[in-house]
């Protein structure tokens, strides 16, 4: 089955491009790039960036510019998804959603109206088996965006390693907080992964950090041999 | 042992992950030992090692279950409780006679409980989560324990532990789930256990 692979390049949209590649074809990539960064059905920081992870993945990609106002967005993903179906012959959609019915709804409405398959492959999976997944299986993320207490500064832009997931899970144990950050608490961006050609080497970032909130820009990145 | 069958198109599909995974893990939290077969692979002896079945629901354009109910057809003999899933739901209700009408639903919606069943005591109006091309009409022997605005949402052998859910527990209604592990339990026993 051909399948487009919605694309924030964050973790969880990668790690179920990855599961579907296991099991399907994957043919494109889809990005919708919103303008509000208060989004809320897609994650923001660096996503221009996913056009690096496409071409580091080999994949095409199909980006869609979005006002990022609530319900509007909608019909930005539906033209994205039609232009996946129509230059790339998708016969389903992939998202990464875990935890969120906001947003699974909102693409299994899009897909039945368009007569697609509607694929969620890390819905409600268990949090600790998937982020050690990532890790075992080769995945490079950094954390691209922190948006909740006890999120310091010292977390922008820091790789999510063992001893990452270690502090991330103690952390989830104090606060109310997901150990996969599904709860809008960090975002991240993934620099490799197991089906990249070549990794993303970041050369230039910036962050901005206040109150429990901050950003870790990429100003320059490249592809480098791995 | 819960048996937990996958009725996704295919076995080992990328759907697994969505259906079948989330319904694993719940069981796993009870503490009671299971078992994942895809439908087409139940042996006789996953039967006879089973205390209990769960049939897992599918994606929203997956009904090829559907064309394969005489490969499904032990349902109707089985002498074990049965919890079945959206498709599983359609499964039990066409073994027993009902009938499957398009009534697509997705998202959250409010059930409201209108029979008195163990699984459901204490509840009496809850969301949950739909994701469904098909309703069913329930078999004649069977009694409606919740509905929506928009169809059946429960249902229950009327002899025995035979029950069948329109929505999808694993999503915020995990209770669902661990309550018939937990049945399964204390009853071991076939339709009469209740």
Redesign the interface.
């Known amino acids: 089955m051909r399948l487009g692979v919605l694309c924030s390049g964050g973790k969880d949209s990668l790690f179920a491009c990855w599961r579907a590649m296991q099991k399907e074809e994957v043919v494109c990539l889809i990005t919708i790039v919103p303008a509000n960064p208060e989004s809320y059905m897609f994650h923001t920081p660096n996503v221009r960036l996913a056009a690096l992870q496409a071409e580091a993945a080999d994949l095409p990609l199909v980006e869609v510019e979005s006002a990022g106002e609530e319900e509007k967005e909608l019909d930005d993903l539906r033209r994205a998804v039609l232009i996946a179906r129509e230059r790339h012959g998708i016969e389903g959609v992939v998202t990464g959603a875990i935890l969120s019915v906001y947003q699974a709804t909102r693409v299994q409405r899009i897909c039945h109206d368009l007569g697609l398959w509607c694929f969620n492959p890390l819905w409600h999976a268990d949090q600790e088996a998937y982020m050690q997944g990532l890790i075992d299986e080769g995945f490079a993320v950094i954390v691209a965006g922190v948006y909740s207490a006890p999120f310091d500064e010292r977390w922008l832009g820091r790789r999510i390693d063992a001893a990452a997931v270690a502090e991330l899970r103690a952390m989830a144990e104090k606060y109310r907080i997901t150990l996969t950050g599904e709860g809008g608490e960090i975002e991240t961006f993934v620099t490799d992964a197991p089906f990249f050609t070549r990794r993303i080497e970041i050369r230039e970032a910036s962050a901005e950090y206040k109150n429990y909130n901050g950003t870790y820009r990429i100003e320059k990145a490249v592809l480098v041999p791995k | 042992m819960i048996l937990i069958v996958d009725l996704c198109w295919k076995e ?4 697994r ?2 259906f079948v ?2 319904i694993e ?1 719940i069981v796993k939290s009870t503490g009671a030992p299971s078992r994942v077969r895809h439908y087409t692979a139940v042996q006789d002896a996953d039967l006879k090692d089973a205390d209990a079945i769960i049939l897992c629901g599918t ?4 009904n090829v279950f559907a064309e394969d109910f005489e490969r499904l057809a032990w349902v109707r003999e089985c002498t074990l409780p049965v919890l079945g899933i959206c498709a599983g739901m359609q499964t039990v209700a066409a073994a027993f006679g009902g009938r499957i009408e398009p009534n ?1 639903e ?3 919606t409010d059930v409201s409980v209108v029979g008195a069943d163990g699984i459901f005591a204490g509840k009496e109006v809850f969301p949950a ?1 739909e ?1 469904h ?1 098909f309703a069913v009409v329930p078999p004649d022997n069977f009694d409606v324990l919740a509905v929506s605005d928009r169809c059946v949402q429960a249902i229950r052998h009327a002899s025995g532990p035979i029950y069948g859910v329109m929505f999808h527990p ?3 209604n995990e209770w669902v789930v661990e309550r018939f592990a937990a049945m399964t339990e204390e009853g071991r026993g076939g339709p009469d256990a209740l």
Request: charged residues 20%; without cysteine.
């Open positions: 080992n599909s990328l759907s992950y969505e995974s989330p893990n994606a929203l354009k997956d697509p997705i998202g959250m989560y994701l091309s694993e999503v915020r």
